[in-house]
């Protein structure tokens, strides 16, 4: 591999560790700031608020799992940071919609972050006064942020405990009076991870490529 090839690879990575970086770390920081806006000062009196990436990584799922997937050469990357902390006796003062809104704060931080990348890619980025060495550098790493946030926010919408999908099952049917799906995934929690490692590990993750496909087309 020539030295060439070594920069341009290093280049990629870097802005691949970059965009999932503030992907999964705003992903959280939503949840922290939307339990926030409901009356729960967890987050924020743990300092899980700050933008600062070392508050959020988690050993494994924010460098492990990602170096894994990029090592075999997956055809996406993703992970999750260290979970904010929520009180959600607090929370669910505000009733359980409020909940559910915490639940999924972190999926539409995604989703906005993609929808913005994606319209700025829209745009004839090369009018922009850029110099040719950066501009291709700053059009990679915005397609970065589109697909890591969509395969975030896809793969956190997921009924599987404990991801978000689940979370807002849970308090969505609660609402309601209905306590049994709560109940059910809080007895099958602890198989949760194993359940997504089967996903990723069969056919069944086609079905998970096309998700991620259709939203992007949907974007566009």
Known sequence: MSLDALGSEFTR????????????VGHEIAHGAMALFFGDTTAKDMRRLSINPINHIDPMGTIAVPLLLYVSGAPFLFG??????????VVLRRGHMAMVAVSLAGIAFNL????????????????MSIDAVTLPVFDQFLRYLV????????FNLLPIPPLDGSNALTHIFARFGVYSVGNFFYRVRMWGMVAVVIIFMTDLSQLFVYAVNSVIKLML
């Open 13 to 24: 990575l870097l802005l691949m560790v970059a965009a999932l970086f503030i992907s999964i």
């Open 80 to 89: 999750w940071a260290k979970p904010v902390p929520i009180d959600v006796n």
């Open 112 to 127: 906005i972050l993609a929808f913005i990348a994606m319209q700025i890619l829209k745009v004839d980025i090369s009018a």
């Open 147 to 154: 697909t890591w946030n969509v395969v975030l926010a896809v």
